[in-house]
């Protein structure tokens, strides 16, 4: 008697996308793998808060200022401190790691709605 190979073929329909610097496994929608938190859109976050609070306290009077101190271009600067426009969900999402897929730092990047329950991926809307 002979035994026959057999041969199981399981499909699983796969993306792979750069999420937080690292290319995740997505299906249908959902990371296939444990979600792991963004470390440069965390790191800009508190970039953004820290930079705010700078400016807020006096150290420094003007962004141009602060980029020169920091040793950055001031259009960098302006454009991170805007995260500090996130609604406060939004924000503790991204710093627990548990933002939406589409959250991503250059998408952050670009002018995105002031009022909370119209940001893209709020928990609020």
């Known amino acids: 008697m002979s035994e026959a190979a057999q041969t ?19 299906t ?10 963004d470390i440069t859109l965390t790191k800009a976050a508190a970039r953004a808060f820290r930079w705010r609070g700078m400016l807020e ?5 003007a962004i ?11 259009s960098y600067v302006s454009r991170v401190l805007r995260l500090t426009l996130l609604a406060p969900e939004m924000v503790e999402a991204i710093l627990d ?3 939406l897929e589409e959250v991503t ?14 940001q893209p991926g709020c928990p609020l809307s």
Do not use: C, H, Y
Request: hydrophobic fraction near 45%; aromatic fraction near 6%; proline fraction near 8%.
């Open 97 to 99: 790691g548990q933002q």
């Open 57 to 61: 306290s006096g150290a420094f009077a």
């Open 28 to 37: 249908n929608g959902v990371v296939a793998v444990e979600a792991r938190q």
């Open 105 to 118: 730092l250059p998408g952050l990047m670009e002018p995105f709605p002031v009022e909370w329950i119209q």
């Open 8 to 26: 199981l073929t399981v499909v699983i329909p796969l993306k792979v996308k750069q999420w937080g610097g690292r290319k995740t496994m997505i």
């Open 64 to 74: 141009d200022e602060l980029a020169a101190a920091e040793k950055i271009n001031p």
